[in-house]
């Protein structure tokens, strides 16, 4: 999770660096939108070559998103694998006496087009952006301060969390624990987690401690300033394009 929000580019040089970030959440929700609404295969296909294209312009490296789709690719095939199995139709092929029919790979392949197509496009166009620039975005949108602090306090202690169970994870190594199916590995593993939340609990109470002294007051003050300008207009409009040329497509394919 952490490492998906989190800004991860190539270089500075990438296309989409200068548009402005409430078009980049803009414009992430509205391919998702479509993208789920549309169901024919050439449209999820078409929308998969778009967030391709804005993951070149992103500047994200091809080899560490690839391997991030590839992961969620395989829990999305353990979920789909059975679809050919129990979807009634037309036969295609028969596996170990299951016959598969077409109208389950077909269901199959547009689910699978659909979460690659909406991830990437997510990655590319939010994924690139620091938190602290997203949780502003949001504000400048309207989204309420408590939903955009709660993005930003996780995004931020994700990380904080992550680093507190691998040290008690370590605590219990030098002890000689070791994982198993025991009681005694249960217990454990248990007063791990309880001994995380804890944890966490007491680290809340201090950061909010700190927080209200430096003048906390339940909303975040906005230290620079996010204007539109001609690169976003014509960012907007290009993608409002493409986006509209699928929906044109999706509907003149329902109604043949």
Request: proline share 4%; charged share 15%; net charge positive.
């Amino acid at each position: 999770m952490s490492e998906i929000l989190t800004a991860d580019r190539s270089g500075p040089g990438a296309a989409l660096d200068g548009i402005d970030p409430r078009a980049r959440v803009i414009g992430a929700g509205a391919f998702a939108c479509v993208t789920v609404a549309c169901s024919w295969l050439p449209v999820l296909l078409a929308a998969l070559m778009l967030a391709l294209g804005l993951m070149a312009l992103s500047g994200r490296p091809v080899g560490a998103t690839l391997r991030r789709m590839a992961a969620m690719d395989g829990f999305i095939f353990l979920l789909v694998a059975m679809l050919p199995f129990t979807t009634p139709g037309a036969p295609v092929f028969t596996l170990w006496g299951f016959d598969a029919s077409r109208e389950g790979l077909v269901h199959a392949a547009r689910i699978l087009l659909t979460a690659n197509a909406v991830v990437l496009a997510l990655l590319s166009l939010v994924g690139t952006l620091e938190p602290v620039t997203m949780g502003q975005a949001l504000h400048r949108l309207g989204a309420p301060d408590r939903l955009v602090h709660l993005l930003l306090f996780t995004i931020r202690y994700i990380e904080v969390l992550r680093a507190e169970y691998l040290r008690l994870r370590r605590a219990m190594k030098v002890r000689c624990f070791r994982p198993g199916t025991s009681w005694h590995s249960y217990r454990s593993l248990g007063y791990l987690v309880g001994m995380m939340l804890v944890r966490a609990v007491e680290r809340s109470e201090r950061v909010l401690a700190a927080m209200k002294c430096r003048g906390f007051s339940g909303r975040m003050p906005v230290l620079s300033s996010l204007a539109y300008g001609r690169r976003d207009a014509v960012f907007g409009a290009g993608l409002g394009a493409l986006l509209l040329a699928m929906i044109m497509a999706e509907l003149a394919h329902a109604l043949v």
